[in-house]
């Protein structure tokens, strides 16, 4: 479980978000949503201790994560950026072997049996089996964002933070991508991602955060946290949630009418 307390955080003198607090349990997927701007990345980066907050603290299993090692850091919380520079020519089997190195001591160079289990089992679980000899230049955008999860199944962290996994994507990579976060959740991970589409949100995640205003906007299940008043808030416009059945539906008000935006069943 990770805790922020009274998190105060941005760059340089440009302060995002603002006595945030939040608790987060294991095994399940939390889904960052707001404006650009609004401070997702932001928030992921100071979860991952990248960013230093200039006040609050972020606890880790009670821990905080300013007195851990970063290779300790690494072992229990992976950042998985899919925007990264990467090496074009890298394999596959190589770009997820990278997420062995926080396992390792600095001069402990050579795999060892648990790397190749673990490699082996992520290229399994992501279906990139076949493609671990693959240069990384030669994969479609989907494929690509699939090495990303396999990555953080290799590391074998108990964190997993995401940010845009979905980004570029067309809509059935973005769907086989998300069913992938999904199962990473399901087999007990917690997944906090940050997302952009309200129809993802609501399908895959178990509670939404809707960030805005410098702070939290909105905090639980999706069809608690996805309303009419927190979507227009964080992101000035105007949307009718509508509760059916099969989830929920989003629709853009115009002039004496509403038209559809999108919908998503929940799982």
Do not use: C
């Not at 990770?2 to 340089?12: E, K, N, P, S, V």
């Amino acid at each position: 479980m990770f805790r922020l307390q009274g998190i105060r955080a941005g760059y340089g003198a440009t302060t995002v978000l603002r006595d945030v607090d939040l608790s987060v349990p294991p095994q399940s997927v939390v889904a960052l949503l707001g404006a650009n701007g609004a401070g997702k990345t932001t928030l992921l980066r100071t979860i991952a201790g990248m960013y230093a907050s200039s006040a609050g603290r972020v606890l880790l299993d009670g821990v905080d994560i300013r007195t851990l090692a970063p290779r300790e850091r690494a072992r229990r919380m992976a950042l998985v950026e899919p925007t990264e520079g990467v090496l074009e020519t890298l394999s596959v089997r190589d770009a997820v072997a990278a997420a062995r190195f926080p396992h390792h001591r600095w001069w402990e160079w050579e795999p060892t049996a648990e790397d190749d289990v673990a490699i082996d089992e992520a290229l399994a679980r992501t279906a990139l089996s076949g493609f671990a000899a693959r240069e990384l230049g030669t994969l479609s955008a989907g494929e690509r964002q699939r090495v990303w999860v396999a990555l953080a199944i290799a590391q074998r962290a108990g964190v997993v933070l995401f940010d845009e996994p979905t980004s570029h994507l067309d809509l059935r990579a973005a769907v086989e991508t998300l069913a992938l976060v999904r199962e990473l959740a399901d087999a007990g991970t917690l997944v906090v991602a940050v997302l952009h589409q309200l129809e993802e949100a609501a399908a895959f995640a178990d509670r939404t955060i809707v960030l805005g205003e410098h702070r939290i906007l909105a905090d639980g299940p999706p069809a608690d946290a996805l309303t009419s008043d927190a979507i227009a808030r964080a992101f000035d416009v105007e949307i009718t949630v509508e509760r059916r059945a099969d989830g929920l539906a989003f629709h853009r008000r115009t002039t004496g009418r509403t038209q559809g935006l999108s919908s998503a069943a929940q799982r």
